[in-house]
């Protein structure tokens, strides 16, 4: 069974247990996430996301390890933040509605789950709890 099958009472994935938001939804609102969430697998040296491409979901790391890379004007790549197993990222540029304007790559193999846009935005509008946990 993989970690994202994985279920701790029978009725929540594991990867949303261990994450600080999930406490905060209502039964509906996880009911909805856990139906339109997507999985994906991405070995090292794979981009989590591609610079430049819509940002179309959440992105949580199950498992692994990825790093945040970023052109400098002089064409330099620079490594300004890393992402671990629980970690989420994507909110800002969801929120904007827009671009990957950095590059996530996997230093491990990763396991992600993946919140629709839609999702996320949905969350955001109607519950207070899930937008203080995102500040």
């Known amino acids: 069974m993989s970690m994202s099958d994985a279920m701790n009472d029978g009725k929540t994935p594991i990867w949303a247990a261990r994450s600080?938001?999930?406490?905060?939804?209502?039964?509906?609102?996880?009911?909805?996430?856990?139906?339109?969430?997507?999985?994906?697998?991405?070995?090292?040296?794979?981009?989590?996301?591609?610079?430049?491409?819509?940002?179309?979901?959440?992105?949580?790391?199950?498992?692994g390890l990825a790093k945040f890379i970023v052109t400098t004007a002089s064409g330099k790549p620079l490594v300004y933040s890393g992402i671990g197993t629980g970690g989420w990222f994507g909110e800002g540029t969801l929120m904007r509605r827009g671009i990957w304007r950095y590059q996530?790559?996997?230093?491990?193999?990763?396991?992600?789950?993946?919140?629709?846009?839609?999702?996320?935005?949905?969350?955001?509008?109607?519950?207070?709890?899930?937008?203080?946990y995102l500040l």
Do not use: M
Not at 33 to 54: I, K
């Open 104 to 132: 996530a790559l996997a230093i491990r193999d990763c396991e992600l789950v993946l919140v629709p846009r839609e999702t996320f935005l949905w969350l955001l509008e109607r519950n207070i709890g899930f937008s203080h």
């Open 20 to 63: 600080g938001w999930w406490g905060r939804l209502q039964p509906g609102e996880k009911a909805r996430v856990v139906s339109e969430v997507s999985y994906q697998s991405v070995c090292s040296g794979e981009p989590l996301q591609r610079y430049g491409t819509p940002a179309l979901y959440w992105i949580g790391v199950i498992s």
